[in-house]
């Protein structure tokens, strides 16, 4: 049975509508992005307060649609060198990282 072109077009419409919510919202300006970027890398680097003699955080620019992401890395306070991912809630605009992650499982390119 075919459909008639208006519901055709209320389809489309809807999937057009489906596909932007799916889409990360964008900031407004470059400084949006860089007061995110700038929080991200404050929260990471408390979120490893007394682990890193001075970390050094790469902040993904966009992060997720709900998180912002970074690998925080660096040399140990106890001694050699090591990274964490940090995951940072847009929402709680709280940090958490995950495990220490040795330079065997991961190299930052300089």
């Known amino acids: 049975m075919p459909f008639s072109p208006s519901l055709k077009a209320a389809g489309l419409a809807l999937l057009g509508l489906a596909a932007c919510a799916t889409t990360p919202a964008l900031a407004s300006s470059d400084g949006a992005w860089a007061d995110f970027a700038r929080n991200v890398e404050k929260a990471?680097?408390?979120?490893?307060?007394?682990?890193?003699?001075?970390?050094?955080?790469?902040?993904?620019?966009?992060?997720?649609?709900?998180?912002?992401?970074?690998?925080?890395?660096?040399?140990?306070?106890?001694?050699?060198t090591a990274s964490h991912i940090c995951v940072y809630d847009k929402q709680t605009q709280k940090a958490e990282v995950g495990s220490e992650l040795g330079p065997d499982l991961l190299k930052i390119a300089r």
């Open 44 to 80: 990471c680097k408390a979120a490893v307060t007394g682990t890193y003699v001075k970390p050094r955080v790469i902040v993904d620019p966009y992060g997720s649609e709900r998180f912002g992401l970074a690998i925080v890395t660096g040399k140990l306070k106890a001694g050699g």
